[in-house]
């Protein structure tokens, strides 16, 4: 009792005190905490008793010096403000755990510089891989990862011809695939709520498949209205009263991602708006929230929670076998709810 006192007064339990308070060798105590298939009940529940007495944990640090791995990785997400990252996050964290591996998140909220310092911030902590989000970085970046070593995996984005590793889909062909069905209804006056397109590739290729779609129909594409606006449902109301206060308002609005749709619709109930008999409003995402919306919303579903275990499945495989691994396109689909119809009149 004497030697556990002493122990609580300040020092910290090793594993030689567990195996001694176990009356057992460091080897077998080691076997219980990281091979406990290879012990028997009997002794398993006398180590872990004496670990629970003693408060022992592992040192991590020093295993990760001994394996040159810390088994942990770093994930920086635009933002943690709404739902449109949680299901794939929270599947790739579910994953990782399976392989023991552990994650750290930051968020960036949509700056660049901001993203680098993260980047350079979790590699110096000894993350031993990442995953980004979109392709949109300076190439430096690209660079410092590859002279640290560090495995790196884009998601939410699919790209062929760009080298970088990729689990995610193609934002492009996703909301061609979606405009064209707008317009197959009837309308011909289009306007788009988009995050900044400036260092934003996916919102920049959502554009660009609105665009595919009326340049593919002989519609003027240079004629879509535009509205570039930070993601919140605030800015959503804000971005569709200023399309509807246009000269000659769109029929349709597209908007970049479920949220800024949500914030279209409740703008335009407020406005006495029939949905979609007045206005027709469009979302890109599927998060939960589209669906039990006032007037559930047309949007794009994306397999967020397939993506963000595939993600981490690409990230161990390469840690594991030290390979740079195979890009992944998943694909996407078209969820028909209630708030895309044809123009009335």
Same mark, same amino acid.
């Given at each position: 009792?004497?030697?556990?006192?002493?122990?609580?007064?300040?020092?910290?339990?090793?594993?030689?005190?567990?195996?001694?308070?176990?009356?057992?060798?460091?080897?077998? +105590?080691?076997?219980?905490?990281?091979?406990?298939?290879? +012990?028997?009940?009997?002794?398993?529940?006398?180590?872990?008793?004496?670990?629970?007495?003693?408060?022992?944990?592992?040192?991590?640090?020093?295993?990760?010096?001994?394996?040159?791995?810390?088994?942990? +990785?770093?994930?920086?997400?635009?933002?943690?403000?709404?739902?449109?990252?949680?299901?794939?996050?929270?599947?790739?964290?579910?994953?990782?755990?399976?392989?023991?591996?552990?994650?750290?998140?930051?968020?960036?909220?949509?700056?660049?510089?901001?993203?680098?310092?993260?980047?350079?911030?979790?590699?110096?902590?000894?993350?031993?891989?990442?995953?980004?989000?979109?392709?949109?970085?300076?190439?430096?970046?690209?660079?410092?990862?590859?002279?640290?070593?560090?495995?790196?995996?884009?998601?939410?984005?699919?790209?062929?011809?760009?080298?970088?590793?990729?689990?995610?889909?193609?934002?492009?062909?996703?909301?061609?695939?979606?405009?064209?069905?707008?317009?197959?209804?009837?309308?011909?006056?289009?306007?788009?709520?988009?995050?900044?397109?400036?260092?934003?590739?996916?919102?920049?290729?959502?554009?660009?498949?609105?665009?595919?779609?009326?340049?593919?129909?002989?519609?003027?594409?240079?004629?879509?209205?535009?509205?570039?606006?930070?993601?919140?449902?605030?800015?959503?109301?804000?971005?569709?009263?200023?399309?509807?206060?246009?000269? +000659?308002?769109?029929?349709?609005?597209?908007?970049?991602?479920?949220?800024?749709?949500?914030?279209?619709?409740?703008?335009?109930?407020?406005?006495?708006?029939?949905?979609?008999?007045?206005?027709?409003?469009?979302?890109?995402?599927?998060?939960?929230?589209?669906?039990?919306?006032?007037?559930?919303?047309?949007?794009?579903?994306?397999?967020?929670?397939?993506?963000?275990?595939?993600?981490?499945?690409?990230?161990?495989?390469?840690?594991?076998?030290?390979?740079?691994?195979?890009?992944?396109?998943?694909?996407?689909?078209?969820?028909?709810?209630?708030?895309?119809?044809?123009?009335?009149?």
């Amino acid at each position: 009792m004497d030697e556990i006192k002493d122990l609580h007064s300040g020092m910290i339990p090793t594993l030689a005190d567990v195996a001694r308070e176990a009356g057992v060798s460091t080897a077998t +105590v080691s076997r219980c905490l990281n091979l406990p298939d290879q +012990v028997t009940e009997k002794t398993m529940r006398r180590v872990m008793a004496a670990v629970d007495r003693l408060g022992y944990s592992p040192n991590y640090s020093a295993r990760a010096l001994a394996a040159n791995r810390t088994n942990t +990785v770093g994930a920086i997400i635009p933002t943690m403000d709404n739902a449109i990252f949680a299901r794939g996050l929270q599947a790739f964290q579910e994953e990782l755990h399976k392989n023991g591996c552990t994650l750290l998140v930051a968020s960036s909220s949509y700056e660049e510089d901001l993203e680098e310092e993260q980047i350079k911030t979790l590699t110096a902590r000894g993350a031993d891989a990442l995953l980004l989000i979109g392709y949109h970085r300076q190439p430096r970046v690209y660079e410092f990862l590859k002279k640290r070593r560090v495995p790196a995996v884009v998601a939410w984005a699919f790209d062929p011809d760009l080298s970088q590793l990729a689990v995610g889909f193609n934002n492009r062909g996703a909301m061609k695939a979606l405009a064209l069905e707008v317009l197959k209804c009837g309308h011909k006056k289009l306007g788009c709520i988009s995050a900044h397109t400036a260092a934003n590739d996916r919102a920049r290729d959502r554009i660009l498949g609105v665009k595919d779609a009326l340049t593919e129909t002989e519609m003027d594409s240079e004629g879509l209205q535009i509205v570039e606006t930070a993601y919140s449902i605030e800015n959503g109301e804000n971005a569709f009263r200023d399309l509807m206060s246009r000269p +000659v308002p769109p029929t349709a609005i597209m908007c970049g991602n479920d949220v800024l749709a949500i914030g279209a619709l409740k703008a335009a109930t407020e406005m006495g708006m029939r949905i979609p008999q007045d206005i027709s409003i469009t979302g890109f995402d599927d998060i939960e929230l589209a669906s039990v919306a006032p007037v559930p919303l047309t949007t794009v579903h994306v397999p967020h929670r397939r993506m963000g275990e595939f993600a981490a499945r690409a990230l161990i495989e390469m840690l594991n076998s030290g390979q740079h691994g195979h890009s992944h396109e998943l694909p996407t689909s078209i969820c028909f709810r209630d708030t895309l119809g044809p123009p009335d009149g």
